[in-house]
């Protein structure tokens, strides 16, 4: 069953209505997560800023997957080819990292020790990495 219905009139496909979410997530996770490493705040900061991330992660698979949608449903000028594969290159290695970035989270919430302050500077730092990519 065709889903152009959902399509708003001035909008060519899904990718630019899905696009902004992950980078809110992402960003918003790298930022609560700074301020979780700064300032010491409780557990469930832990668990909050995990959630951001597997969200962030999941929401750039969707968006992934609408931009490569998008990219074989849009006239593209032929100049512009090398710029959209830069675009989907710089958009799978974000995605991949984000993945990675999640899943370890997810294994430190699991872990015993994971509000050491260590883990936390090291996970901020993995984090923080990738989110001025994208």
Known sequence: ???????????????????????????????????????????????????????GALSLMVAYMTGLQAASTVLVPGMAYPVITAHRQWALVTMAYCVLVA????LVLRGANGRSRRRRVA????????????
């Not at 209505?17 to 700074?34: E, K, N, R, S």
């Not at 899943?103 to 997810?106: C, E, M, N």
């Not at 996970?123 to 994208?134: A, H, I, K």
């Open 103 to 106: 899943t370890l989270r997810l």
């Open 1 to 55: 069953m065709p889903t152009t219905w959902l399509i708003p009139s001035w909008a060519p496909n899904f990718h630019p209505l899905v696009i902004h979410f992950p980078i809110v997530l992402v960003m918003t996770a790298a930022v609560v997560d700074l301020v979780d490493v700064a300032f010491e705040r409780s557990v469930w900061l832990k668990a909050a800023t995990t959630t951001l991330y597997v969200t």
């Open 123 to 134: 996970l901020l730092g993995m984090s923080g990495r990738r989110v001025y990519l994208t």
